[in-house]
């Protein structure tokens, strides 16, 4: 379990929630095939994952779901989902001439072969579970029509004379009420042999929801109401005598009056993304934790994280470091350049990405939906504030900010022709980790300090490189995160393109870069002794890797603000380090 403690009021989300191992397959299968699927059509039998969200995601990247067999045209690519079909099914759709991709949980597949073989063996097949649930309308059809569905008690005491069963369970399908089940079948049928296929991620869930339930006021279970699974979670924690809220998405949380409830506990279906958990998660804590529980200063904090206030801040902070890395004098302008282009920019992107990501639904969507106007004419101010401000600093610093918005500008319109795979620089492969970086390095280490001609000096370099790799490291940490609804969307950042772990050893090897550059640079008369007291900007580096690496119930708001806040530390240390050097004056 991973706890959140605030004062007297304590959030729990499980551990287990999230995609299971064969939904995950089967998504990244799916996910795999529509990056490179070109004009072809991809089918998903049924909906991929009992998740309206997600299949709404998948239906934008071209993946269509189909009800029938009839639906599905000649030539096409079939996904068979996790579930699993009936070898009759899966005939027919041999002899439609489709590509069939299998997608079928491995978990299933085991139940699959054991009906098959005993069927064959003389065996009636029992299967307990939902009739309704297209798994076991799939098993069905391995029983060779000698199968039976069990959903509860009193059909199996129903169950007519049979000389000997093979019972099998749906994978998704309560512990306590197999074990109960199959102990009313051994005492009818002597010779009855029974199958453990529950799956053991549904086993850990169902056991943690107990958990859950008896320490907590109330249980919310985060997932969509056609998922069996996470219906039975509902049913678990109803049982236990726990106030339990089943809901499909955060909005759902927004009527429900959370402050009788002290202790909440927070767990999701084994179909139900990443972002959907993150989001519920947020809002529960935003309506429990309200100002007088988290305190004034962090309610200023959070506030400013989701406004990108808070990036403006880094962003300033990250321009004191770089003024005295290259051993130049305080000056508020460059400063402020730094900030308010930051804003601006930043500000703008989400707005171009709300048509994809309001469909995940961020932290800063909420805002961002009701304040539209207010944010649009806030970051045009900003932007005209920036080129201003640089144009007072030098006409060559206002040139070359004029370019990078022209570039910036660029990066999100359609300059490729028709009917390339891509058709925007932001469309191409790990471009937003790389320009996001490049970007913040220009405007912050180097435009404010060039003329013409221009001379770019060891130190410019250093600073830029330092800028470089904390933005980089910073973004990524964030890809990382969110990779799971990025994959969704279509988005290719860096942990997408190269995967997770390779994203991860290649963040250690930037951070040891930094280490090694700002280590020597001072010994080399690259930059001044600031180098050296800028090192715990690389030590909170590591720390932001330890906290990206494991779950936390921290909302996501809360992590980006932390990751960010590394930005800032740059700015304290530089301050410190101009205190000591007046100090040993």
Request: aromatic share 8%.
């Amino acid at each position: 379990m991973i706890k959140r403690f605030v004062k007297d009021i304590e959030i729990r989300l499980a551990e287990t929630a999230g995609f299971c191992m064969g939904v995950r397959r089967a998504v990244d299968m799916v996910l795999e095939l529509a990056q490179h699927k070109g004009d072809r059509k991809i089918y998903t039998y049924g909906p991929l994952i009992h998740n309206p969200q997600t299949v709404e995601l998948l239906k934008k990247r071209g993946i269509i779901p189909v009800q029938d067999l009839e639906g599905i045209e000649e030539g096409t690519t079939v996904i068979i989902r996790a579930h699993g079909i009936s070898p009759q099914e899966r005939e027919s759709l041999k002899e439609k001439g489709v590509m069939i991709i299998d997608a079928t949980c491995p978990k299933v597949g085991r139940v699959q072969s054991v009906i098959k073989k005993h069927a064959a063996q003389g065996y009636r097949i029992v299967i307990v579970g939902d009739a309704e649930h297209p798994e076991v309308n799939g098993l069905l059809g391995y029983a060779a029509g000698r199968g039976i569905v069990v959903s509860n008690l009193e059909g199996a005491g129903r169950l007519p004379a049979m000389e000997k069963v093979c019972v099998v369970a749906q994978t998704t399908q309560s512990l306590d009420e197999y074990k109960a089940i199959v102990e009313t079948i051994r005492a009818r049928v002597p010779e009855t042999v029974v199958f453990d296929t529950i799956c053991d991620s549904t086993e850990k869930r169902q056991a943690e929801i107990k958990e859950l339930a008896c320490a907590m006021d109330a249980v919310f279970i985060v997932g969509g109401r056609n998922s069996a699974n996470t219906r039975r979670l509902a049913q678990i924690s109803e049982a236990m005598g726990t106030p339990t809220f089943h809901v499909e998405t955060a909005d759902e949380i927004q009527g429900i009056a959370l402050g009788r409830y002290n202790r909440i506990g927070i767990s999701a279906g084994a179909s139900t993304p990443n972002w959907i958990i993150e989001r519920a998660v947020d809002t529960i804590q935003n309506k429990r934790l309200g100002s007088g529980a988290r305190g004034w200063f962090f309610t200023l904090w959070l506030g400013s994280v989701r406004t990108d206030i808070y990036s403006a801040l880094g962003a300033a902070c990250l321009a004191l470091a770089a003024q005295y890395l290259q051993g130049v004098s305080f000056s508020i302008l460059q400063l402020l350049m730094a900030s308010f282009y930051v804003f601006s920019v930043h500000t703008l992107n989400r707005f171009v990405d709300r048509e994809v990501s309001g469909l995940r639904g961020t932290f800063r969507e909420e805002a961002y939906a009701k304040h539209a106007r207010v944010y649009v004419v806030a970051a045009l101010l900003c932007m005209l504030l920036s080129l201003g401000l640089a144009y007072m600093i030098g006409f060559v610093p206002w040139l070359m900010l004029a370019c990078v918005s022209v570039v910036g500008a660029l990066y999100n319109l359609r300059v490729f022709p028709k009917g390339w795979r891509f058709r925007r620089l932001r469309d191409l492969p790990g471009t937003k980790n790389l320009f996001m970086a490049a970007a913040w390095a220009l405007v912050i280490a180097v435009i404010p300090y060039v003329a013409w001609p221009l001379d770019i000096s060891a130190d410019m370099i250093v600073a830029a490189l330092f800028i470089f790799s904390i933005v980089f490291v910073r973004s990524s940490l964030s890809d990382l995160i969110e990779i799971q609804s990025d994959r969704m969307l279509g988005r290719e950042t860096i942990p997408v393109v190269i995967g997770e772990n390779r994203t991860r050893k290649l963040l250690d090897a930037i951070s040891l870069f930094l280490a090694l550059l700002l280590v020597l640079s001072y010994p080399l008369k690259w930059t001044t002794s600031l180098s050296f007291t800028l090192f715990p900007c690389v030590y909170y580096m590591w720390i932001c890797f330890e906290l990206c690496d494991r779950r936390t119930a921290l909302s996501a708001a809360v992590i980006n603000g932390l990751l960010e806040t590394n930005y800032v530390l740059a700015g304290l240390c530089t301050v410190g380090w101009l205190v000591a050097l007046r100090l040993l004056a």
